[in-house]
């Protein structure tokens, strides 16, 4: 199975500052047919589902801000918050579609 | 705007099997010019998230190993939903768990295809607890 181990487990980062996520996978995701990597950030907040943020490593999800960027390739990878809201507060969690089984990182709770 | 539904028993005896159904509306599960991963996913209380099993109608299925011998995954196209299964279960299978679409571009590589990619949407999820 492929092992995908986020850094930090939690944050806390000011109002206004950047806060970055890593997420490091145990096998390469970048598959060379097609030039992806087969990577997915999601935001989880109590009591809901996650919700999708990017995918293909770096493709923002329709509607989310332009301040969630998502970069990296083959087996690491970073999202970043260039300007911390207080609707960002919340669990993280990047995800290998590569093969299966399909797997998550363990998360990384982020807060003010 | 597709909308994914879980429903199902809340709670499941030790050794019984858990049922549950997700509906879905919005978007046909048995569509063949997309194929969509139609999947589950659970999450214990207080911890991460992992992946049951996913099919799509292009004929891609799978499960996770650690549970592969205990889950199915079935579909009814003419009510839209699909249902998990899952036998004999133990308090270690407590957990909410959720239906979701995955995207239609499962990487295929010559000796196989998988099925779905990220995903797109999740339903609400359904909280299992198993105690007797």
């Known amino acids: 199975d492929i092992v995908m181990t986020q850094s930090p487990d939690s944050l806390a980062v000011s109002l206004g500052e950047r806060a970055t996520i890593n997420c490091k996978s145990s096998q390469d995701i970048f598959y060379t047919s097609n030039s992806q990597n087969y990577l997915a950030w999601y935001q989880q907040k109590p009591g809901q589902p996650p919700k999708l943020l990017i995918y293909w490593s770096s493709i923002r999800d329709s509607g989310v801000p332009d301040r969630f960027t998502g970069s990296g390739s083959g087996t690491d990878f970073t999202l970043t918050i260039s300007s911390l809201q207080v609707e960002d507060v919340g669990v993280y969690f990047c995800h290998q579609y590569y093969i299966t089984p399909f797997t998550f990182g363990q998360g990384t709770k982020l807060e003010i | 705007q597709v909308r994914l539904q879980e429903s199902g028993p809340g709670l499941v005896k030790p050794s019984e099997t858990l049922s549950l159904t997700c509906t879905v509306s919005g978007v046909s599960i048995g569509s063949t010019t997309k194929y969509w991963g139609w999947g589950w996913i659970r999450q214990a209380p207080g911890k991460g998230l992992e992946w049951i099993g996913t099919?799509?109608?292009?004929?891609?299925?799978d499960y996770n190993p650690s549970l592969k011998s205990r889950v199915s995954i079935s579909a009814d196209t003419s009510k839209n939903e699909f249902s998990l299964k899952l036998s004999s279960v133990t308090a270690a299978d407590t957990a909410v768990y959720f239906c979701?679409?995955?995207?239609?571009?499962?990487?295929?590589?010559?000796?196989?295809?998988?099925?779905?990619?990220?995903?797109?949407?999740w339903g609400q999820g359904i909280l299992v607890t198993v105690s007797s």
């Open positions: 099919f799509d109608y292009s004929g891609s299925s």
């Open positions: 979701a679409r995955q995207g239609d571009q499962g990487r295929c590589t010559p000796a196989i295809c998988y099925p779905g990619s990220h995903v797109d949407s």
